[in-house]
Nanobody
């Protein structure tokens, strides 16, 4: 059973930083899964942001956030994080974490490969 809960969103000025957290309130260890972060801005489709393999060995980030966002995980704590630096107004969106392939060893960016989703946390970047 996977029940993901995102936290850490908020309002920040352009150039600022936030760290999002993703926890599982269910019984299944999310350490078994690749994990991803996605975002959806008003009027736009949900898009890939970052992903990390189940053991943290490989990551991938969208070109739009490369060099500014970093995904990480702490499997001992059953947590996944998204460190967001140098935030821009265009980063404003609802951010979601999701479980990807079990024991995945290759970064997966396709939204369709993710199954369990959290409710999202709002990130607003003011100019």
């Amino acid at each position: 059973q996977v029940q993901l809960v995102e936290s850490g969103g908020g309002l920040v000025q352009a150039g600022g930083s936030l760290r999002l957290s993703c926890a599982n309130s269910g019984r299944t260890f999310i350490s078994f899964y690749s994990m991803g972060w996605f975002r959806q801005a008003p009027g736009k489709e949900r898009e890939f942001v970052a992903t990390i393999t189940y053991n943290g060995g490989r990551t991938d980030t969208a070109d739009s956030v490369k060099g500014r966002f970093t995904i990480s995980r702490d499997n001992a704590k059953n947590m996944v994080y998204l460190q967001m630096n140098s935030l821009k107004p265009e980063d404003t969106a609802v951010y979601y974490c999701a479980t990807g392939p079990q024991f995945g060893t290759v970064p997966v960016t396709d939204t369709r490969r993710y199954s369990d989703w959290g409710q999202g946390t709002q990130v607003t970047v003011s100019s």
